[in-house]
């Protein structure tokens, strides 16, 4: 079954400067890449999503790239501030079925003032 | 917009008890899921259903069972809750092109 990596755990950033997330995943079948935030004692939100024909999406200053050949896909916030403070989530799914996700084991973002 | 409501947002029971998270979504979705949460380890499927009464086995199934006899409504079951179940559990809801929708949780603690 499909397995997904996410690296780093923590990741600390001056407000202003930008965050990069990375996330790698085993099944080449997989074609639906979600991002999901989670702020503290709240429930994960969908940020921003990826589907395998288009290799980078945008939306503001939330960007999310993905390489199939090497089974990877990254989040990229820029002009970061410290309400982005949250843990991140990346998750693989086949979108066949029941389109169940896989989910990375998260990266906790924290932006210093 | 989609709501999916967790009916308890704590829980305190005892190892050896029955246990019953339940789940309700309001759009008629066919598609629902059960993970827990745990640090470090991320969100792990526990079960998930695709239809009324049908059910699948995640990749940690062990000590749990599910129950879906009305659509809107997914429950899950710890048969008899150990200490190792002491989690945080997310019911989500599948939103047809828009990934899924969350519910609160319930954090449950085994003492």
């Known amino acids: 079954g499909e397995n997904v990596e996410q690296h780093p755990s923590t990741l600390s950033v001056q407000e202003g400067d930008s965050a990069v997330i990375k996330c790698t995943y085993s099944?080449?079948?997989?074609?639906?890449f979600p991002w999901y935030k989670q702020e503290l004692g709240k429930r994960p939100q969908l940020i921003i999503d990826?589907?395998?024909?288009?290799g980078e999406k945008k939306d503001q200053r939330i960007a999310v790239t993905l390489n199939k050949t090497a089974k990877h896909f990254s989040l990229h916030i820029t002009e970061t501030q410290p309400e982005d403070s949250a843990v991140y989530f990346c998750?693989?799914?086949?979108?066949?079925?029941?389109?169940?996700?896989?989910f990375g084991q998260g990266t906790r973002l924290t932006i210093n003032p | 917009d989609v709501k999916v409501t967790q009916s308890s947002r704590y829980l305190v029971k005892r190892t050896g008890e029955k246990v019953f998270l339940e789940c309700v979504q309001d759009m008629d979705h066919e598609n629902m899921f059960w993970y827990r949460q745990d640090p470090g380890l991320g969100l792990r499927l526990i079960y998930f259903s695709y239809d009324v009464k049908m059910k699948e086995k995640g990749d940690i199934p062990e000590g749990y069972s599910v129950s879906r006899e009305k659509k809107e409504r997914f429950s899950l079951i710890l048969e008899s809750a150990s200490t190792n179940q002491t989690s945080m559990y997310l019911c989500a809801s599948l939103t047809a092109g828009n990934g899924y929708t969350f519910g609160s949780g319930t954090r449950l603690t085994v003492v």
């Open positions: 998750a693989a799914s086949d979108q066949e079925g029941a389109q169940k996700l896989v």
């Open positions: 099944d080449s079948a997989s074609n639906y």
């Open positions: 990826i589907r395998s024909n288009v």
